[in-house]
DNA sequence: TTATAATATGACGGGGTGGTCACACGCAGT
DNA sequence: ACTGCGTGTGACCACCCCGTCATATTATAA
């Protein structure tokens, strides 16, 4: 968490300070993003910086927490209730949303699937939970095979989305099918047929 | 290519080279990789590495091309008459055989499929396309649906197959599960079922 | 107004990297 | 034995990074 000197910070000051994260965190992965590049952006003193953070980790999860709350602006409340298909789609088309509203988000999610320091690890590890659990939902619900490990499931889709967005670049039709097409296979890979 | 001088050096030092590289490699991905730790690994002279090579990208394909033989020698060749099923499945034990007797190849692999530099995705391109072939073929032989789009299935598998390996780490047992469930799931997902 | 505490600042030390270059070496041919 | 050329060598330059710290500045309280 950042230290108290930087909430008492002006808004507008604040505001800098995060989108010059925002801008280093999208075009260089957590490992590879330096803080001196964050200070220039921001055109703040590097001694400011360790006055109001602890590391490159405190403002990561910072920038995170602020990124997650506008992309679930954009993307809207999603249904408890709706099967573990539908959520993906939703998440699908919610990539594609933030993509064309806050490209930079959905870059620096792509950039954090293709780290692998340790921290980065357990930030993902965490946010895949929930999926994991509507998955096992509905395998009791009878929609999705038993034999299914969710795990593999999630991560399967999970860095494909993410990865393909590198890929495709600013081509958004292109980067959908393939994510439809992605999302057609592994539902009818694990989904139970009823016909 | 590497230039002449380093073709006209002894076995032994080559190999040290070499071995130097593929420990650095194996560490770091290539844009993180370091020539003054290959040099220091090696025992060789920072002006020497320039006598030899280019740049890193040149040790690198020096590197794979090496590694890409042993690993041959390793798998064995493959079946070319062999289905898009078989030969993932073999692709991924192979990837397991590998792990025992080479595990810093493995994790080559692995690092190499989460970097982003242009020069790498141009590699893993090429890479590629032999599967699709194989799947194209496949599709015309009646085992694979038509509809299916091959680059979203090999990259699925691809990606996963690597990026598990960081995930598992040591533990090979969990690690086959996992590749195992999901080709599984992806075989579902793009067969044509004949009941 | 003055004293005290909080914050701002950027130069600096220590570390790493890539690539070069002047010089040392040793072997081949005369 | 001497010359010349391919090769070996590591100090060096320019660049980047992180985190600190002594000092300057500002805000607050007395």
Redesign the interface.
Known sequence: MPKSTFFNLSEEKKKRIFDAAVQEFSTRRF??ASISQIVKNAGIPKGSFYQYFADKEDIYLYMVEKVSQDIHEIIGAFNPDASFFENIMQRAEGTIKVGKMRPEYTKIGA?TV???SEFI?QLLRASNKKYIEIIERDKQRGLIKME??S???I??IY??VF??Y??SGFDETRYL??VE??V???????AIHQD
Request: glycine share 4%; proline share 0%.
């Open positions: 490992s590879e950039l293709i780290d692998n690890l299914i490990d795990e593999v499931v991560k399967l860095i494909f990865n393909e590198l890929y099918k393939k097409s992605a057609q296979i592994i539902k009818e890979g694990i």
